[in-house]
């Protein structure tokens, strides 16, 4: 059965840092795009970074030059360094890998505040 693990969400003070990880595990293959959806209280889930298989990169506008979205195939964890975080940025952070189907994590929780 597959699953996406996702660590490394918490509380941060506004200007720090976070990283976040994904592993995906059991029997996962032929990974394409991975990447990181946010939603936060009261609002729609939306797309916060994707990587391709080829390593190409798409950020949502607001993180963009704050967010890097990495990946590693061997293990297929994908990984979203947040810098200079802000309280518009808390939220539960999903990660996703797709397949020929999409499979998600659990969330983990991001909490930007002072």
């Known amino acids: 059965q597959v699953r996406l693990v996702e660590s490394g969400g918490g509380l941060v003070q506004p200007g720090g840092s976070l990283r976040l990880s994904c592993a995906a595990s059991?029997?996962?293959?032929?990974?394409?795009?991975m990447g990181w959806y946010r939603q936060a209280p009261g609002k729609q889930r939306e797309l916060v970074a994707t990587?391709?298989?080829?390593?190409?990169?798409k950020y949502a506008d607001s993180v963009k030059g704050r967010f890097t979205i990495s990946r590693e195939d061997a293990t297929n964890t994908v990984y979203l360094q947040m810098n200079s975080l802000s309280p518009e940025d808390t939220a539960v952070y999903y990660c996703?890998?797709?397949?020929?189907?999409?499979?998600w994590g659990q969330g983990t929780q991001v909490t930007v505040s002072s």
């Open positions: 996703y890998a797709h397949t020929l189907y999409y499979f």
């Open positions: 059991g029997g996962i293959f032929s990974v394409n795009d």
């Open positions: 990587i391709t298989s080829g390593g190409v990169t």
